[in-house]
């Protein structure tokens, strides 16, 4: 493993603190989210890290493979960066990260070849066509995976069908996410990098992109953050089982908040706060993840903004907007900021 430390300087009201800047190239990867793997760097509120993701099946922006294929137990795919251990984080607190960098850095995805036949009706599957894109085409044994191009300079994405279709070119601007990001989860658990919950986890949220910032509970000193599973692009509710599965040059930077206690994760842009009811895709109840994420939401507008409860609920009940983060998984909530006071 590779790193390098940058230190700045950076003054606050009465004290002198040093804000670092690490590049950690790990050559090896997490397959869980635990408080019980040896940390990959160790750095302290402030600090930023400049590292890359590999794909959801292991390969860089070489495309060197470092995972075998066909999966051997236990491995499961979306390996992940980490963990990053932050010194000042404690449980109870929340972890901050804002994503400074999140973007592409190489010349191909994949997607799978299909819609989930999960989140289509009857009728609609009946008529599927056969998930079979070509055998062997990126993993051995795998004929249901389509290979899309990512023009870098243009920043556009497409998939390289093999037989002429309509005539029209599905060609996407690329808007790359982390679909895998969080710290360890609560008490002994190992989670892999599969489900999602209260700690994060394979969340899938395509609004989690270059500028956003992301809150975590952490339940563990250290907090124990990992990263992975980049994607080119995704829409909502991640439908194919995938987004356009790349790697990613990834630059972030934590901050702990020191007593503030939330319960689920929270993402923050320039429009928008976000409660994220983070939760299992294609295997959990979409009403308890709205009603997770609206209750958080109620919290958040009452504590962070002081809005009285009636306040909150009228705000909410005339100008929130929902979002399918996965299907049967992910739901969140959300509230413009131009609706809102300021923070107090």
Partial sequence: MSRTVFRLLAVLPGLLMQAETFEVYPNHHSRVFSA?????????????????????????????????????????????????YILEADYGDTLEVHLDKVRCNRDYGYTSYRLSPGILSPGSIESLYKNHYKMDALRPGRADLIPWAIDLKRGVTWPKFLEPGSGHKIELPVRPMLGCIGVAPPGEKVETSGPSGSWGGNIDYNDVVEGATVYFPVYHKGAYFYVGDGHARQGDGEGLGTGVETSLDVQFTVKVLKGKRISIPRLENDTHIVSIASQPEFSSSSDHAVRSANSDLIQWLTTDYRLTHPEAHLLMGAAVEHKIATYFGTVTAAMAKKYLPPRR
């Fill in 36 to 84: 019980f793997k040896e940390p990959v760097a160790r750095i302290r509120s402030g600090d930023t890290v400049i590292t890359r993701t590999w794909d959801s099946g292991g390969a860089d922006w070489k495309a060197v493979k470092h995972i075998e294929h066909p999966y051997k137990y236990p491995e499961s795919g979306n390996p992940l960066m980490g963990p990053f």
